[in-house]
């Protein structure tokens, strides 16, 4: 039933937890993981009708409406911390926004800084790790897949006391997943590589430089030629 991404998102859900998943869309994660008793209770939440109710849908299609309730709200605002939730899945979506829906949820109240944080930013993972480590989140585990010739990252989070202090190329290429050079983590920093030299070609050719972006990604590039090494 669920992609390798959504599985893998699930593997990292605690035994038992009450699960809140943002930006649920069919609710696909929640339902298996609760088909598969993982979990004792969820949240889907969803910001969009149309998502909002297919996910209602295959929550009734599986009988499963007394175990998860579907949300229609904006981020975090579909919990509250009288909901006691342990742990929060948000898939899928750009590190920006992920960052923002944290943000906000952290503003409006709606984390009790006890949950695990299980996020698969499609891109601008470092920004998140940036909010992660201001946060006092300590990043546990991470893992990196590939599917339908696209990478995802998956970055585990647990409350912490102390802020933590992760250098810049922790952030950028993951405290963990930097720890276990795989093919597939090459092939990424090999696409960003590119990607960064093309940037910086066009910053060239710019009628006027803009300097501290060519420092920043002349930088980056830097850091994944060594990493690469
Ligand atoms: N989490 C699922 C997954 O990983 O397969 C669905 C990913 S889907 C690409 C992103 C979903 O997040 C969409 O259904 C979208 O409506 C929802 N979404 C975007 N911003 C949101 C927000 N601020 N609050 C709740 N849901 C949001």
Not at 15 to 20: E, F
Not at 56 to 85: C, F, M, P, W, Y
Request: charged share 25%.
């Amino acid at each position: 039933l669920l992609s390798k991404r959504l599985e893998q998102v699930g593997k990292f859900v605690p035994q038992n937890a009450r699960l809140a998943d943002i930006g649920s869309d069919h609710a696909y994660l929640p339902v298996a993981l609760m088909l598969q008793h993982q979990i004792t209770y969820a949240i889907a939440g969803e910001v969009v009708k149309g998502p909002y109710q297919s996910a209602k849908r295959q929550v009734q299609k599986n009988g499963l409406s007394h175990q998860i309730d579907v949300r229609l709200a904006d981020g975090l605002e579909a919990i509250t911390l009288a909901d006691t939730i342990e742990a929060i899945t948000i898939a899928g979506m750009g590190g920006t926004l992920i960052r923002s829906i944290l943000e906000n949820g952290k503003q409006k109240n709606r984390l009790s800084h006890q949950e695990r944080l299980i996020l698969q930013p499609n891109i601008g993972e470092r920004s998140l790790r940036e909010w992660l480590m201001q946060n006092r989140y300590e990043i546990i585990d991470e893992t990196i897949l590939e599917e339908n010739q696209k990478i995802y990252e998956i970055i585990v989070a647990q409350p912490v006391k102390e802020v933590m202090s992760y250098t810049q190329q922790e952030l950028l290429f993951g405290p963990i997943l930097r720890q276990h050079p795989s093919e597939i983590l090459c092939r990424k920093w090999e696409r960003e590589a590119t990607q960064r030299q093309y940037v910086l070609t066009q910053l060239q050719q710019a009628s006027v430089l803009n300097q501290s972006k060519y420092d920043a990604t002349k930088q980056e590039l830097e850091w994944i030629q060594e990493e690469l090494t």
